[in-house]
């Protein structure tokens, strides 16, 4: 039994967060709330989301899995504007939800959830810097490091108490600092890992500017990058596997 | 003899509403004002369009007929602002149309009228439904149902006094239904018929969205609609011609 | 050596300027500011800007050349919002151009004057009408003729102190007349000339809208069109060469 009434730019949010990373997912219809987790195909981004029943106008669950089509529930979502309500039902015996947009019904064909890609298990890493930063500069690193290369180099300067971005291209680099005043937080620990751009870019697209978001690292580790959303009812976590550094 | 003057709005408004089924059109410069209307190439949609002389800050014609080449008067048109005025003048002997726009002088070759598709006659239909329904209404139906299907069914459930709008895909369904509450007038009777969404979508493009648009409906009969534009010195009426129901 | 901080939309209005004409430049970093000239591969259309100290927040420079690619330099500017000040420091041993934009550090490798395509003599023309436009009419008049056209010819009509585009497609003519009403200043002379479309556009994308322009006519002479940018401490000169008249 599933049955939840949510404000569209919250189920967008959801969407858009697990939507920059797979096309078809399984979720939770836990008693506690939604649960996804989800790995993109090449097994190199993860994505770790819940979305609290705090987050819906109403919610009643009891712990079903239902697996989506997700472009195409985010073209019915995107019909709404941000304040409207959506109203999901599910029919377990045809095994079909009910989207429900002021007046609009929308019947969407549930995808058998054994035919989606495992859940990935995400690893419990120790890492040993965690840097509190603006979703804005996440974008401005991202965006001047795609201008040189397609990979980008994340890491921290200990001595300087520095976080650092950097990319190298052919001919050109990008490289930006910042420290404790620059940042919400940081706190240093020995940490520098490059990364695949393309991925970083696809994660940075659901990330919102205004947003904090609270960054691990370690040496030649993954990257784990958590964000609040919903006013701090909804949670992501994404893991980005490291690339080899060839130096 | 063909002269007048008209806001830059009023005329596009115009354009748009034909434009969206022909591509090229005769248009009657009768005493009584403009006259258009048109068929599309498979004898599917029509379209039938009046602008009084009200519509014009002057206006002076004596019953001639040219035919344009919509898309280029169009551009000309989108050129100029909202509350821009044009000055149409036709020069009988050259068989051109003189287009000025603040100083801006276009001559636009005419097209012979006779190598224009014949206008269609409207037919005199007798639909037993009419639902007045705002034109923001008709475009969330319409979207909605192009993500699931290529047709639409609009028809009216007499017992619970409801206009419905329905599509039905390989796997999602869309329903909308909406009560006289939700629409600005409603007359029921028998009425259920399935339209091609390729020609509502183009209608839909030229009907402003806060606009009140007459619907009449029957039972697998044509659907007309129809609005008003230029603080009502200007008619559209659409004709859109209904699809088999393999049922 | 070469220092400078500059605020970002004069240094996008300096680069978009150039880039309209060609991907490559060679700077002149003289003590009196920036200096650049350049033409376009077909020699058409040639470019004359400078950019004087006051447009800089600071400036030192002592007379070097420089030669940058502006496709990535307008990249990297386009990342600074307007008011962002971006500091520009050569290196003159591994010859980068160091800039940074808040924190962020791109480094530019530079190209080998050498290599980039000789800077014209813009030629002392004693050119015989001045008009003195608006740059929103100059769009208009660029955009109108496109729709014709691919060739806009530019002229006097003395008698009627008038200023005249004209354009003449196999159907269809665009012409546009300006008097001294609706000109900022004109000075008649006997003047007509015929220009590829195509370039004009180009000179018209990197005018502002509400800019002042002074256009210098001559008899199938080039045509001079002169503004001023960074509140009157930068100046740009473009000079286009006429087309032969097929009268």
């Known amino acids: 039994m599933f049955t939840a009434i949510v404000r569209a730019d919250t189920l ?8 920059v990373l797979v096309d078809e997912c399984k979720i939770h219809l836990t008693e506690d709330g939604l649960e996804i987790r989800a790995v993109d195909p090449a097994n190199v981004g993860m994505v770790d989301l819940a979305l609290a029943t705090d987050a819906f106008e109403s919610y009643e669950a009891d712990g079903g899995l239902i697996g989506v089509n997700l472009v195409r529930l ?12 959506v109203h999901l039902d599910l029919d377990e015996e045809t095994r079909k939800l009910h989207i429900s947009i002021d007046g609009l019904e929308y019947t969407l064909a549930l995808i058998d959830p054994e035919s989606i890609r495992e859940e990935p298990d995400l690893p419990d890493l120790d890492l040993s ?6 979703g804005r500069d996440i974008d401005r690193a991202v965006t001047a490091a795609d201008m040189v290369s397609d990979h ?34 940081l706190t240093v620990g020995p940490a520098s890992s490059l990364f695949s751009l393309d991925y970083l870019q696809d994660m940075n697209k659901a990330i ?23 006013e701090g009812d909804g949670t992501v976590t994404y893991m980005l596997a490291p690339r080899i550094q060839n130096n």
């Open 129 to 134: 810097a965690t840097i509190v930063i603006e």
């Open 74 to 85: 985010q073209d019915i979502a995107g019909m709404a504007s941000g304040d409207d309500l």
């Open 12 to 19: 967008q949010a959801t969407l858009d967060s697990i939507g």
């Open 152 to 185: 980008i180099e994340l890491g921290i300067e200990e001595n300087d108490e520095l976080f650092y971005v950097a990319a190298e291209g052919d001919t050109d680099d990008v490289h930006l600092e910042l420290g404790q005043d620059d940042l919400i937080d």
């Open 208 to 230: 919102p500017k205004g947003t904090e978001v609270t960054m691990e690292l370690g040496e030649e580790f993954p990257v784990k990058l958590h964000f609040d959303f919903a």
